[in-house]
């Protein structure tokens, strides 16, 4: 399990990257690049799995198919929509609201367990994700947006019931993924030709930002997140998940694009202890009691 976490903690590392390779992408409108960023994950995931035994894609319950498509092309289509209709912080901070959701949604699956470091971690995360996103804490709600923040917990909503159904299907193999990608590719361009007009990439920077963007963190990382999510510690991975925009931040400042902030710093250390707090099991091995033996259900111990 403890490899299978890591392994979905990439996805994390990879999604930081999101907000550097977009502001290389340019001008390109959201829809077109998420269709361009879905097919180059597609392509790279027939070159990675090959096109061998393609009828096991029969046996996949139709349930795991709607939850791949919607849960991939649904949070994007969610996520766009609400940042072109609220300010972009007050949605990204409300969008941010999935990682708690996972955390505390484990609860409900069969075989899984919730403790109190779970959420005291969480909430950390949480806490400094505000710090982030809302620039040390300036945001307003103003009910002209409603709209758009309706959007933006639809998409928290989306990813979060993504994640912990995905779950649900841990027999389905994760190279599936790539033609979850390949059905959000052609709905992200259906959408495009409906609602934006056409910017293509300007420069080989450009093109190059949108292939980093299918390689990782709209593409490559959903193949990681699916087998972590599915075989990892969810709780955990719900926790770490707020690393994403702290990560983004700090990318940017080395980049030159930001700066070092008293409330970027004390954001990290919110979310490095809201994570560390979250992971206490998985760091700190129980010594098993020497008078009895207990049985735990399986999955319970965080």
């Known amino acids: 399990m403890h490899r299978a976490t890591l392994v979905g903690f990439s996805a994390v590392l990879m999604w930081s990257l999101l907000a550097l390779f977009s502001s290389y992408a340019g001008a390109v409108p959201p829809f077109l690049l998420c269709a361009l960023s879905f097919a180059v994950a597609t392509v790279v995931g ?6 061998r035994n393609p009828a096991a894609k029969a046996k996949v319950p139709v349930a795991a198919w709607c939850v791949g498509v919607l849960g991939l092309f649904g949070y994007h289509f969610f996520y766009f929509s609400a940042v072109q209709n609220a300010p972009v912080v007050e949605a990204n901070l409300i969008n941010y ?3 708690l959701l996972i955390v505390v949604g484990s609860a409900l699956m069969p075989g899984e367990g919730l403790r109190w470091h779970h959420i005291a971690g969480a909430g950390l995360g949480l806490a400094g994700t505000v710090l982030i996103v809302s620039d040390g804490g300036r945001f307003t709600f103003e009910m002209q947006y409603l709209a758009g923040y309706g959007l933006a917990v639809c998409a928290a909503i989306t990813w979060a019931s993504y994640s912990l159904i995905s779950r649900r299907f841990s027999q389905v193999p994760t190279r599936m993924v790539t033609w979850f990608c390949a059905a959000a590719s ?13 910017v293509m990439p300007a420069s080989p920077t450009a093109w190059l930002a949108v292939l980093g963007l299918g390689l990782m963190p709209v593409g490559g990382a959903f193949f990681v997140w699916d087998y972590g999510v599915k075989h990892g510690n969810i ?8 690393a994403a925009p702290l990560l983004s931040t700090l990318i940017l400042i080395v980049a030159g694009a930001a700066v070092m902030t008293v409330p970027v710093a004390l954001a990290c250390l919110l979310i490095t202890f809201g994570a560390l707090l979250a ?24």
């Open 186 to 198: 052609m709905l992200s361009l259906v959408c495009h030709l409906l609602l934006e007009q056409t």
């Open 235 to 242: 709780q955990v991975l719900g926790v770490s998940s707020y």
């Open 279 to 302: 992971s206490k099991d998985m760091l700190i091995k129980r010594k098993p009691d020497s008078t009895s033996v207990v049985l735990d259900r399986p999955g319970t111990t965080g």
């Open 46 to 51: 027939f070159l990675a799995t090959g096109l």
């Open 97 to 99: 609201l999935w990682p």
